[in-house]
């Protein structure tokens, strides 16, 4: 158990539809990030908040937006979802932003 | 062309063979270079992580750089049937946490007993 958390575990909903992820990072840690894996694509950084400030963006889409809060957990939302959004959605916490990264367990998100 | 490419596999072996996992990369800022091993529905788990050209030994575990080719090796000695999952590698150009890690697309293992 890496002990960060992320809710819900798997999500199933429709095209057009807007959701959102949740994380808990590690106690202490102040970075978060957020991933997407498919099978096609692998994992690809999607961006990162550290201490409640976005420090650094990939391939995020303009649909998709996130933020950390003052308790340090983030939310990743995701809007207008597409079929080729279904994918499996990581975060992952460390300690400041040059740190060992640890991941969640993941969100599974099924868009029909 | 992507900036880290692994060969995805599967990779199948006997139990106490030695596995060899790589990647090649394309980025020749890259500096950090990282295992982690994924097994099935669970989050990506550190295995090793490395910082220059060369060999890093951690139990059964070996990593190993090659700078000037851009390339890079995980051996698994002695492997196990619980070692069957899925290895990444990854890599960036600040530290082992640092953002934009850059993933290759993973390799599956399964080790049979």
């Known amino acids: 158990d890496s002990g960060v958390t992320q809710t819900p575990k798997h999500l199933i909903t429709a095209t057009g539809q807007r959701v959102t992820l949740r994380c808990s990072p590690r106690?202490?840690?102040?970075?978060v990030y957020w991933y997407q894996q498919s099978l096609d694509q692998g994992l690809q950084f999607l961006i990162q908040?550290?201490?409640?400030?976005?420090?650094a963006k990939g391939n995020i889409l303009e649909r998709f937006s996130a933020q950390q809060f003052p308790d340090l957990h983030s939310e990743l939302n995701l809007s207008s979802l597409e079929l080729g959004d279904s994918a499996l959605y990581f975060c992952?916490?460390?300690?400041?932003?040059?740190?060992?990264?640890?991941f969640g367990p993941g969100t599974r998100l099924t868009v029909l | 062309q992507k900036e880290v490419e692994q060969d995805p596999g599967p990779l199948s072996v006997p139990e106490g063979a030695i596995v060899s996992l790589n990647c090649t990369y394309s980025?020749?800022?890259?500096?950090?270079f990282m295992w982690y091993r994924q097994y099935s529905r669970k989050g990506p788990e550190l295995l090793m992580y490395?910082?220059s050209s060369g060999n890093k030994e951690d139990g059964r575990f070996t990593a190993q750089v090659d700078k000037s080719s851009k390339y890079i090796s995980l051996f698994i000695r002695d492997s196990q049937p619980s070692d069957s999952a899925t290895y990444l590698c990854?890599?960036?150009?600040w530290g082992t946490g640092a953002n934009n890690l850059f993933f290759g697309t993973g390799t599956r293992l399964t080790v049979i007993p």
């Open positions: 980025n020749s800022a890259f500096q950090y």
């Open positions: 490395t910082y």
């Open positions: 908040y550290y201490n409640g400030e976005e420090r």
């Open positions: 106690s202490g840690d102040l970075s």
């Open positions: 990854a890599m960036n150009p």
């Open positions: 992952a916490s460390s300690a400041g932003d040059v740190d060992t990264q640890y």
